[in-house]
């Protein structure tokens, strides 16, 4: 079982950026497709995007395409979500999440493990 702890929220004014990183523990990283999951206040968990296990593939949801890139260091255990061209809308709690499942998960209920999440919050 993968253990996971986000970092790299924050407060920032509308056009900043932030990057935000999760570091995993507890088995083998390298196996794990990963993904960010975010939740804004009173909506369902929303897919952000996600990478596959060895980097290879990357899928992006259209409300963060162009502006958001996920990667991954297996030799750090770390998967990281840089955030540009910050919007209101993207204020939420950014989970990372964890898959063993066949393909890469680009719903948040294909995800295994999760993390504590990390609150981000963008102002007009």
């Known amino acids: 079982q993968v253990h996971l702890v986000e970092s790299g929220g924050g407060l920032v004014q509308a056009g900043a950026s932030l990057r935000l990183s999760c570091a995993a523990s507890?088995?083998?990283?390298?196996?794990?497709?990963m993904g960010w999951v975010r939740q804004a206040p009173g909506k369902e968990r929303e897919f952000v995007s996600a990478?596959?296990?060895?980097?290879?593939?990357?899928y992006d949801s259209d409300s963060v395409k162009g502006r958001f890139t996920i990667s991954r260091d297996n030799a750090k255990n770390t998967v990281y979500l840089q955030m540009n061209s910050l919007k209101p809308e993207d204020t939420a709690v950014y989970y990372c999440?964890?898959?063993?499942?066949?393909?890469?998960?680009?719903?948040?209920?294909?995800?295994?493990?999760w993390g504590q999440g990390t609150q981000v919050t963008v102002s007009s």
């Open positions: 999440a964890a898959s063993l499942g066949v393909g890469v998960p680009t719903q948040p209920y294909e995800y295994n493990f």
């Open positions: 990478i596959s296990s060895g980097g290879g593939s990357i």
């Open positions: 507890g088995s083998t990283f390298s196996i794990y497709d």
